[in-house]
């Protein structure tokens, strides 16, 4: 359990008030701190990074841990407040840095409550790479984590999903309601784990091939393909009246290696 931090005085000390436009929505229950900090410890990982380690609750109970995780903070005062902590920080938006020159090692791990506007993309570029993260333990707006999770043929299932699902192994970590945060959010929290999948090769081609496949939902997938893919092999691929949301995960991967002849 957390030797006794308490968020209130630490925004006092440091002088923050919580900034809305970086989701700055700072977890309080120890409860959920402490299911997020077990799922850590149930992982045998190499190097830890945290995205946005805000005024510290999850940062505090890693460092009792005995962990030293590498910081990327785009709030100045936090990242400034964390250096004097004597920790790598790396001052950036988590969305625009290169992380391939982070130089992790086989079986990193991410772990965050993701401030809510970069989440979707979080998950999305993490698929792409780098390769050797191999897990993560992730804090969604729960409507996110559905549309992570869900299932063909139902209204979540989409782009994210199949991207998130032929890249990774998921599973729910626990629930967090909004008054777990300070201050609270307009929607309830998940906190979902990532396992990469071994031997996974799909890259920015197969995320396009979805982008295009699910931009028009209730337009067939011939359609919606016209323009990416030639006309005439993709009618000896899929049926005339398929939709993108009634293919699986595995069925997009295998549409994608017949259509750039893969296999
Ligand atoms: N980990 C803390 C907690 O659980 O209380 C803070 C989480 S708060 C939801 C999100 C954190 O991410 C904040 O510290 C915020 O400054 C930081 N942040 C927001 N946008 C960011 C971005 N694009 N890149 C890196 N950090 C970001």
Redesign the pocket.
């Known amino acids: 359990m957390s030797g006794g931090f308490d968020l209130k005085s630490r925004l006092q000390e440091l002088g923050i008030t919580p ?1 809305k436009a ?6 309080v229950s120890p409860t959920v701190i402490e299911k997020i900090i077990s799922a850590v410890k149930a992982r045998k990982f190499s190097d830890l990074v945290e ?5 510290g ?3 505090e109970r890693l460092l009792e841990e005995g962990f030293r995780p590498r910081l ?4 100045r005062d ?1 990242a400034r407040y964390w250096r004097g902590r004597d920790l790598e920080v790396i001052e ?4 625009r840095l290169n992380w391939d020159e982070l130089g992790l090692r086989k079986g990193s791990l991410l772990v ?4 809510y ?2 989440s979707t993309h979080i998950v999305i570029d993490r698929c792409l790479g780098p390769k050797d993260l191999t897990y993560m333990i992730l804090m969604f707006q729960k409507e996110v984590a559905e549309r992570i999770q869900a299932k063909p043929r139902t209204k979540d299932y989409g782009m994210l999903s199949v991207m998130a699902q032929t890249h990774f192994k998921i599973a729910r970590i626990c629930e967090a309601s909004q008054r777990d945060f300070y201050p609270p959010p307009k929607v309830a929290s998940r906190v979902l784990s990532f396992e990469r999948l071994p031997e996974v090769d799909l890259g920015p081609r197969f995320l396009r091939l979805l982008k295009a496949g699910f931009a028009f939902r209730r337009k067939f997938l011939l359609k919606n393909l016209s323009g990416t893919v030639d006309k005439s092999k993709l009618e000896r691929l899929i049926p005339a009246k398929a939709r993108a949301e009634e293919l699986s995960p595995a069925d997009w991967v295998k549409l994608y290696n017949k259509i750039y002849e893969r296999d």
């Open positions: 900034k970086l989701g700055q929505n700072f977890l995205i946005g380690p805000g005024v609750a999850l940062t990327i903070e785009l709030d936090l950036a938006d988590a969305l965050s409550n993701l401030p506007q970069i």
